[in-house]
C-alpha cells in the first residue's frame, strides 16, 4: 500500500471517528473534538486529493580535482561555487538586476586581471570602488565585501580559481588559469603566475573606459 | 506535599509491588538514556557530528512537531498581550468595567499559556542542538550576541508579566496608568522576543553575506536580512489574528457547554470580541503576505517561483481553501450575530447577506482554481493543454489579486452592517454620508475588477509593481476613511433595537472553534511553505543539507503531520484553558446562591450595545 492510500484510510477513519462522535456523543466537549477532528480529516483528505511532488535534493556537488582536466572543467567548478559555497550570488548578479545588493558582475572578467580579482576576493578592503554605471552620483552598496578564503565562507586557493575562471569564460575571455597551477597548489597558496595584485600592477582598468572608478 | 508524601510510603511500603516496578522503570530509564550514553562514548566525535537521528520518528519529524507548537503557543502568547492592552485602554478611558474585566480574562488565558509556550521552546532548543550540531553551531557563532539579548528581554517579559498579572488588582485607581504602562512594556519585550529569533529563521532562508567585523556587528548584519522585516510585520499581525481567533473559540466552546443565563450571554460576548479581533487583524494580513511574497521575489526569483509556479505550487490553492472557509466563517458568524441578536432584523438583512455570500463564493471559486488543471491525458488533449479555456483565465496571479482583495472589502462591509445594525442614524450629514460611502464603496470595487482585468493585458512587471499595489491601496483606503465615518455616525446614532446576548445557535459556537482550527491550519501551512521553499538547503545557498530528510516532503504527508499538529494543539489549548480556569469553578461553586454580576455582559458600543449599561470603574 503506498503512502497516499495509507493516508487517505487514516484520513476516512477520522472523518468517519467524528461523524459518529457528532451522532452518538451528547457531551458537548467532546462533539466539539468530533468536529475538529472531521475538519482536520477532511482538509486532510483534499491535500492528499491534490497532485502529490515530494522536492528531492540534487547530488551533492565535490570539487574533485582529478575530473578536472581542461579549464573549461574549472569554470564548470567555479560556476557550482559561485552559486553556492562561494555564496557569490547572494549579492552579485551577472547581468543587470534591480534586487542585486552589489556590483553587476557581468564581464568583470574580461575587464580585471585574475590577480587583481584574486586580491578583490581576499583582499576585499584594499581598494574600494565606486559604481559610475548610473546616473547621479557613484552608487554605494549596502553589503560589504566578505573575505572570500575565510569563514564563515572560507573558499580554499583552488576554489578561488575556479571562481576567477567561471567569472573568465562568462565574460567570453579566455580563461588564463592553468590547470597544472592549481593541480600542483595546495588549496592555500597561490599558483605562482598569479601575484597579489596592486594599483599599478592593474594597469589595464582604465577608469576613463571602465565602468568602475578607483576611490582614494 | 502530604499526598506526594503518602505515595513514597506506599510505594516504600509495599516492596513487593514496588520492586518490579523499579526495575520496569530502571529500564525505561535505561532505555531513554541508552542514546545519551552511546553519544557521551562518542565524545572524540562529538566535534564532527553533523546530525543525531531518533530512530523510527526520525529527527525532522519530531523538531517539526515541537517547533510548530512552540511556534502556535508563542503566536498566541504574544498575540493576546497586543488586545489585552488595547481592551484595557479602552476600559480606561471610558471608565467602563467590562472592557477591565475582559482584558484580564484574557490576561489570565496568556499566564497560564506562557510557562507552556517557554517549556516547548526549551525543549525545540535541546532537540535542535542535539539533533541538528553543525547547523547550531553556524547560527550561534553568527548570532550570538542576539541569543544574550533575547535572554535579557525573555527575563523582562516574564517580570513584566508577573507584576501585569499580579497586580492586576492591586494598580486600579490613581495607580492604573502604571499598570497601563507594565502593559505596553510587556508588549515592547514581547515583539522584541518575536523579532529577534524572526531573524534566526529568516536569515536560513534569505541570508546575508556577513564581511568581517565585531561579533555584534556581525550579528546585526545577519538579523538585517531582506525578509526579517516582512516577516515580523506579517507575525505581529497574524499574532493578533491567532489570539483573536482563538479567543473566540475559547468563548464558543465555553457558550457551548454554559448552563446558565449569564455563563451564556458572557461568553457570547467575549465570542464576538474574539472575532472581531481575529477579523480586524486579517483584513490587512493578506497584504503583508504580498509585501513578504515581493521581498522573496526580489531577494531570489528562483525561490520566489519554487513558493507561486514550482513542487509548491498547489499549496496555495489550499492556502486559499482555507482563507476563503475563514472569510465564510468570519461572515457566516456576523450574519448570525446580526439575525439572532437584534430581534427583528433578519428580514432586513437577508438581500444583502445573500448577496455577500455569493460574491464571497464565487471568489473562493476564483481562488482556488488552479493554474493548472488535474487531467487525464485524453482531457488535457480535449482542453488543448492542462489550461481550461475558460477556468485556466481564474489560475494567474491577477484573478487572484482581484478577488482577495473583493472578499476583504466584502468582510469588511459585513463588520460595517453589524455595526450599524439596530440603529438609526440622527446626524444631519449622515444621509449625504452614507451615500458617500455606497459611491465610493462601488466605485472601489469597480476600480479593483478593472484593474485585475487590465493586468492580464500588461508586463507582469507592471501589474505587479503597480496594479496589484494600487488595488490594495484603493481598499486600505477604504478602510481607512469608513472606520471612523461609521464611528461619527455611531457616536450620535439612535438604538432602535437593543443587542440580546446569548440567544445566538449552537452553530455559532462550532464556526468560532472552525475560524481557529483555519487559523492554525493556515500557520502551519504557510510554515511548510517557508520551510519548504529553501528545498534542501539549511541555509540557502549557504548551508547545504546533507541529512536524509533534505527533501521536502509532498502535500498530503505535510497536509497529515498539519493536522496532527492542529490536534494536538488545540488539545494542548484545551488543557491551560481547564486548569486557568479552574479557580474559577472554586470560586462559582464558592458564590452560588449569591446575586450575579451581569455588568460585564452588556454589549459593547461598536456591537451596537448602548455604552451606558456597562458598569463604571472607579
Not at chain 2, 4 to 19: A, E, M, T, V, Y
Not at chain 2, 115 to 123: D, N, P, R, S, V
Not at chain 2, 379 to 400: D, I, N, W, Y
Not at chain 2, 415 to 439: L, Q
Request: aromatic letters at 12%.
Amino acid at each position: 500500500m503506498s503512502e497516499v492510500a495509507l493516508l487517505q484510510i487514516i484520513g476516512l477513519c477520522v472523518v468517519g471517528m467524528g461523524i459518529v462522535i457528532l451522532l452518538f456523543i451528547k457531551g458537548m466537549f467532546l462533539r466539539v473534538i468530533g468536529f475538529v477532528a472531521m475538519v482536520l480529516g477532511t482538509f486532510s483528505l483534499i491535500a492528499l486529493s491534490v497532485p502529490q511532488m515530494a522536492s528531492l535534493p540534487p547530488a551533492v556537488e565535490t570539487f574533485d580535482l582529478a575530473s578536472v582536466k581542461s579549464p573549461d572543467d574549472l569554470a564548470s567548478i567555479g560556476q557550482k561555487i559561485f552559486f553556492s559555497k562561494g555564496q557569490c550570488a547572494l549579492c552579485h548578479s551577472i547581468g543587470p538586476s534591480e534586487s542585486a545588493r552589489c556590483p553587476d558582475l557581468n564581464g568583470v572578467g574580461a575587464k580585471l586581471a585574475p590577480d587583481f580579482i584574486y586580491e578583490s576576493l581576499t583582499q576585499p578592503q584594499a581598494y574600494i570602488y565606486l559604481d559610475f554605471r548610473h546616473e547621479g552620483l557613484p552608487k554605494e552598496y549596502p553589503a560589504r565585501m566578505p573575505y572570500i578564503n575565510k569563514d564563515p565562507i572560507g573558499l580554499t586557493n583552488q576554489e578561488i580559481y575556479s571562481v576567477i575562471a567561471f567569472l573568465q569564460k562568462m565574460s567570453g575571455e579566455p580563461i588564463s588559469i592553468k590547470v597544472e597551477d592549481i593541480m600542483n597548489a595546495d588549496g592555500e597558496s597561490k599558483p605562482k603566475d598569479l601575484k597579489v595584485a596592486s594599483l599599478e600592477q592593474s594597469s589595464h582598468v582604465n577608469p576613463q573606459e571602465s565602468d568602475v572608478h578607483i576611490q582614494e | 506535599m502530604k499526598s506526594q508524601g503518602q505515595w513514597l510510603c506506599k510505594g516504600f511500603s509495599d516492596s513487593s509491588r514496588w520492586i518490579p516496578s523499579f526495575m520496569k522503570w530502571s529500564a525505561f530509564l535505561a532505555l531513554l538514556l541508552f542514546p545519551v550514553m552511546a553519544w557521551a562514548g562518542g565524545a572524540t566525535q562529538a566535534m564532527s557530528v553533523e546530525y543525531r537521528d531518533i530512530p523510527g520518528i526520525g529527527s525532522r519529524n519530531i523538531v517539526w512537531v515541537v517547533a510548530q507548537q512552540h511556534l502556535l503557543l508563542a503566536g498566541f502568547v504574544l498575540g493576546v498581550p497586543i488586545f489585552a492592552w488595547v481592551c484595557e485602554l479602552v476600559g480606561w478611558k471610558t471608565k467602563e468595567a467590562r472592557y477591565d474585566k475582559l482584558a484580564k480574562e484574557f490576561t489570565k488565558l496568556l499566564t497560564s499559556a506562557y510557562a507552556t509556550t517557554a517549556l516547548f521552546g526549551g525543549i525545540l532548543l535541546f532537540l535542535l542542538i542535539g539533533l541538528y550540531p553543525k547547523l547550531m553551531a553556524y547560527l550561534t557563532d553568527m548570532f550570538f550576541p542576539s541569543f544574550l539579548v533575547y535572554c535579557l528581554l525573555f527575563l523582562a517579559e516574564t517580570a513584566t508579566l508577573y507584576m501585569y498579572w499580579y497586580g492586576w488588582d492591586y494598580m486600579q485607581g490613581n495607580k492604573k496608568a502604571f499598570h497601563l504602562f507594565l502593559g505596553f512594556l510587556l508588549n515592547l519585550f514581547a515583539i522584541g522576543i518575536m523579532i529577534v529569533p524572526n531573524s534566526w529563521a529568516t536569515f536560513q532562508a534569505s541570508p546575508v553575506v556577513v564581511a568581517d567585523g565585531t561579533a555584534w556587528e556581525r550579528a546585526w548584519a545577519a538579523m538585517q536580512n531582506p525578509t526579517w522585516w516582512p516577516v515580523n510585520i506579517h507575525r505581529l499581525i497574524a499574532n493578533v489574528v491567532l489570539g483573536g481567533f482563538i479567543v473566540g473559540a475559547y468563548a464558543g466552546v465555553r457558550y457551548l457547554l454554559a448552563v446558565s443565563r449569564e455563563e451564556r450571554e458572557h461568553y457570547d460576548w467575549m465570542g464576538y470580541v474574539g472575532n472581531f479581533i481575529g477579523v480586524f487583524g486579517m483584513l490587512p494580513l493578506p497584504f503583508a503576505g504580498y509585501w513578504l511574497m515581493r521581498e522573496i521575489y526580489q531577494y531570489n526569483q528562483q525561490m520566489g517561483i519554487t513558493l507561486m509556479g514550482g513542487f509548491l505550487a498547489w499549496l496555495f490553492i489550499l492556502q486559499a481553501m482555507l482563507i476563503g472557509v475563514l472569510f465564510l466563517g468570519a461572515n457566516y458568524y456576523f450574519w448570525m450575530g446580526i439575525t439572532h441578536r437584534i430581534p427583528g432584523s433578519e428580514g432586513q438583512y437577508r438581500k444583502p447577506v445573500m448577496a455577500m455570500l455569493i460574491v464571497l463564493l464565487l471568489c473562493l471559486g476564483v481562488w482556488m482554481t488552479p493554474h493548472s488543471l488535474v487531467a487525464s491525458l485524453e482531457e488535457a488533449r480535449k482542453m488543448g493543454g492542462t489550461h481550461h479555456p475558460l477556468l485556466g483565465v481564474f489560475g494567474v496571479m491577477s484573478a487572484k489579486m482581484t478577488v482577495s482583495n473583493l472578499m476583504i472589502l466584502v468582510t469588511f462591509m459585513s463588520f460595517i452592517m453589524y455595526w450599524r445594525a439596530g440603529k438609526v442614524e440622527t446626524a444631519g450629514w449622515a444621509k449625504a454620508a452614507k451615500a458617500i460611502m455606497g459611491a465610493l464603496l462601488v466605485l472601489a470595487g469597480i476600480a479593483v475588477v478593472v484593474l485585475g482585468v487590465w493586468g492580464y493585458f500588461v508586463p507582469a512587471i507592471i501589474r505587479i509593481n503597480y496594479f496589484s499595489v494600487a488595488q490594495v491601496l484603493i481598499v486600505l483606503f477604504i478602510m481607512i476613511t469608513f472606520t471612523p465615518l461609521t464611528a461619527l455616525l455611531m457616536k450620535s446614532a439612535k438604538t432602535t433595537t437593543e443587542m440580546v446576548w446569548g440567544k445566538m445557535p449552537i452553530r455559532a459556537g462550532y464556526s468560532l472553534v472552525l475560524n481557529a482550527v483555519m487559523v492554525i491550519l493556515l500557520m502551519s501551512l504557510m510554515g511548510y511553505a517557508r520551510s519548504s521553499s529553501r528545498v534542501h538547503w539549511h541555509i540557502y545557498g549557504v548551508m547545504r543539507d546533507t541529512s536524509e530528510y533534505a527533501y521536502s516532503p509532498a502535500l498530503g504527508y505535510a497536509a497529515a503531520f498539519m493536522s496532527l499538529n492542529t490536534f494536538v494543539f488545540c488539545l494542548l489549548v484545551a488543557f491551560i484553558f481547564w486548569v486557568a480556569t479552574l479557580g474559577d469553578k472554586a470560586k462559582a461553586k464558592a458564590n452560588e446562591g449569591k446575586p450575579l454580576d451581569i455588568a460585564g455582559h452588556a454589549a459593547p458600543a461598536m456591537a451596537g450595545g448602548s455604552p451606558a449599561a456597562g458598569e463604571k470603574l472607579e
